[in-house]
């Protein structure tokens, strides 16, 4: 009889520990994926699930960058590093009428990013101060290349035949994924979808360019 009780009794208690298990292993991988810190962290310091940045959303998820956010940052600190290096290099001595200068444009005028999809200006002020010839050449964000489109080459010059001037002697050069009506000598196509920068270069830059009395203007957003 106390054999019965004792093989009753131990049967009773693996039961009681098996079934737990089971069950604990039927439902842990589904509580695995759906897990997310729960502990309250005062707002000033908790990592949002997205932040809006000109890279365009960055998300994250317990403070940590998906691969998508990881990706973009990356390439943001590598423009950054060829812009740096690419101005490492240009002569910073005055050489007035000789040789060339160059002004990068990689933000628009509120610093957001250049985008492909939109409609940007860009005013060139009257009395350029260059001997030669001035230009804007668009460059592709993730190649480091010439934007490749439909036109020839992405650039507008102040030797382009049919360059439209306004009444003061200024010009502007548009950038977008369609010309503005009239403007089309004045437009560098860009691509939605795509990031973008410029280049414009001064060939021959006078005293006014190095001194700043002539400013480049920014490039702004149009509609």
Known sequence: MKKQKSALHKTVLASTIVIPLL??????????????????????????DTVETRLGTLNFFDG???????????????FQRAVQAYLLAL?????AGQGSQYAV???????????????????VEPNMPVKDFWSAIVYDNQTRSMLQTDQDFPQVSSLDKGLVANADG??????GPKAPVGMEKNWIQTIPGKGWNMLFRLYGPLEPWFDKTWRLGEIEAVE
């Open 170 to 175: 200024s010009v502007d050069v548009f950038f």
């Open 23 to 48: 069950i604990g292993s039927a439902v842990s991988p589904q509580a695995a994926e759906q897990l997310k810190l729960t502990t309250p962290i005062p707002p000033g310091i908790a990592m949002p």
């Open 64 to 78: 940590f960058p998906d691969q998508p956010t990881v990706e973009k940052i990356y390439d943001n600190l590598d």
């Open 91 to 95: 002569a910073p001595v005055n050489m």
């Open 105 to 123: 444009g990689i933000v628009d005028s509120k610093g957001k990013g250049l985008d492909g999809g939109k409609n940007y200006r860009l005013h």
